[in-house]
């Protein structure tokens, strides 16, 4: 039994480590557009940036908020607004990617409750890596 209790003390730590608070990747004035009731779905901007003197391949995001979480660029293509999904993007040493409406954003889908002006935690997954914390407040 106690070999259990180890097994899984020693797996909390190993997922706790894969999630950090590192200087990998910092955000500045992330926010979500609030939800109107009823609706689901939102988007997140801001700009994220890369401080490390390497550089950063994001391969996604998530949320324990949200279902899914998918980086969206919105661009005009004959005079109508499309969203493209983007897999991966680099952030070179001391870059940042600028998420705002109209352009790069965060789409998050399928929220899983309402948030009553909590922050809301989105996670960057890192190639080679694991993921890195953020936190999105609520816009007004
Ligand atoms: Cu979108």
Redesign the pocket.
């Known amino acids: 039994m106690r070999q259990v209790f180890f097994a899984i003390f020693t797996l909390a730590a190993v997922l706790a480590c894969q999630v950090q608070d590192s200087d990998e990747l910092t955000a500045s004035d992330l926010w979500l557009r609030p939800m109107p009731p009823g609706q689901s779905m939102t ?1 997140a901007y801001g700009t994220i940036y890369n401080p490390g003197p390497g550089v950063v391949r994001i391969t996604g995001f998530s949320s324990p908020a949200f279902e899914r979480v ?1 980086l ?3 661009r005009m293509e004959q005079g109508i607004a499309r ?1 493209r ?1 983007i897999h991966s993007l680099e952030l070179q040493a001391r870059d940042s990617v600028i998420l705002e409406p109209g352009g790069k ?3 998050m889908i399928g929220a899983r409750q309402s948030f009553d002006h909590q922050p809301v935690e989105i996670l960057v997954e890192i190639a080679g890596t694991g993921a890195v914390k953020l936190q999105a407040l609520q816009g007004q």
């Open positions: 988007a998918e969206h660029e919105t969203m999904r954003h965060l789409m």
